[in-house]
């Protein structure tokens, strides 16, 4: 049997050998044992250590929490997910070729819609300075997304797409009457007694503890994005815990969120574009989830996520029994190799993690 507590700590080095600042991992056995591992730094200038506890953005890995959201409220008979956009925000839908009347809710759940992403960003130092206290609605974020043709028709390809998203938060609050971080709390975080999960809103700050976040905008050019404030929408606006996030991951894929038919719906998956290929090998998007391969045999689900610096990576295996989660607090996204090589990197993590049979002691 593999060292798994040694390779952990082998696989948290590693990442932080390619330069990222700080890596904080954690997982967990089929008995409840766990294993956690901490490289490099929390801080660059001061040098304090890493937290296994720190707390880090949710970012992407909260659209598994809104998929859950919608499948629940489809075994509730409160929706379908073949309904249309168009039944639950008449009208937003209708420029530039886009048409709510086409597309379905689990076309949004699976990134089959079409619909173009365009959220705004900052690639050099003086945008971010310039641009990271700007808020957007909801509304304004999917308007930006409709000044674009779609990428496709619906159904007929693959596109991550954040708007669509945006657009199934937005149909929460219209079928529930609560906004979606309300009914995330209300549904997913409360039954599992997941208290270090929260919502963050116009806070650019995170609780304490947590590393301070660093983004690469070219050679030599590390800035600290720690305290931005996200684009006011569901998915950017979390905080979690590599515990809470195991915990979430584990609970989904034991059954405890969704009856049985909804959870094999959002195990249905459909290969992801090429272009994602190259960062999951072999990797297939469910509703919420994504499917990739293990290495020993077999496949794992998971969700990551990357926000204002802090990239996380995590799996579960379908039984529910296996989960691990690593996060970094430095984004190396200045050049293709520098992202593939990170992701990579905590691939291979979350790879070896979920092969063993037990992860030893914590």
């Not at 490099?40 to 304090?48: E, K, L």
């Not at 296994?52 to 659209?63: I, N």
């Not at 705004?120 to 300075?129: A, F, I, S």
């Not at 995330?184 to 919502?199: A, S």
């Amino acid at each position: 049997m593999r060292d798994a507590a040694g390779q952990l700590r082998r696989d948290v080095d590693a990442i932080h050998a390619l330069g990222v600042s700080g890596v904080q991992a954690r997982a967990i056995g089929p008995d409840g044992r766990q294993c956690v591992a901490v490289s490099g730094s929390a801080d660059v200038t001061t040098g304090r250590p890493v937290s296994p506890y720190g707390y880090f953005r949710m970012a992407s890995t909260s659209k598994t929490m809104i998929a859950t959201v919608i499948l629940q409220l489809e075994a509730e008979s409160r929706l379908s997910s073949s309904d249309v956009v168009e039944r639950w925000l008449p009208g937003l839908l209708g420029a530039n070729g886009n048409d709510g009347r086409r597309i379905t809710l689990r076309q949004l759940l699976q990134h089959t819609s079409g619909l173009h992403d365009d959220l705004p960003g900052y690639t050099t130092p003086q945008q971010y300075r310039q641009h990271r206290h700007d808020v957007h609605s909801s509304v304004e974020l999917v308007a930006r997304a409709l000044e674009h043709a779609p990428d496709f028709p619906p159904g007929e390809g693959w596109a991550y797409s954040n708007t669509g998203y945006i657009l199934l938060s937005m149909i929460v609050q219209v079928v529930t009457g609560r906004v979606a971080h309300r009914e995330i709390e209300h549904r997913i975080l409360r039954p599992l007694g997941l208290d270090q999960t929260r919502w963050m809103g116009m806070v650019p700050t995170l609780p304490r503890p947590h590393s301070r976040a660093y983004q690469l905008f070219g050679p030599r050019c590390r800035v600290d994005v720690t305290d931005q404030v996200p684009v006011d929408h569901e998915n950017l606006s979390w905080a979690t815990t590599t515990r809470d996030e195991n915990r979430l991951l584990r609970a989904l894929l034991a059954g405890r969120l969704l009856p049985p038919d909804q959870l094999a719906a959002m195990k249905r998956t459909v290969p992801v574009s090429s272009e994602v290929q190259h960062l999951w090998p072999g990797g297939r998007y469910g509703l919420g989830v994504v499917e990739r391969p293990l290495s020993g045999g077999g496949t794992y689900w998971s969700h990551e996520g990357g926000d204002g610096g802090y990239i996380t990576l995590n799996g579960v295996t379908a039984d529910g029994r296996r989960s691990a989660v690593v996060s970094m607090s430095e984004a190396r996204g200045d050049t293709a190799e520098h992202i593939l090589a990170q992701e990579n990197a905590a691939s291979a993590l979350i790879d070896h993690a979920l092969s063993v049979s037990d992860p030893g002691d914590a």
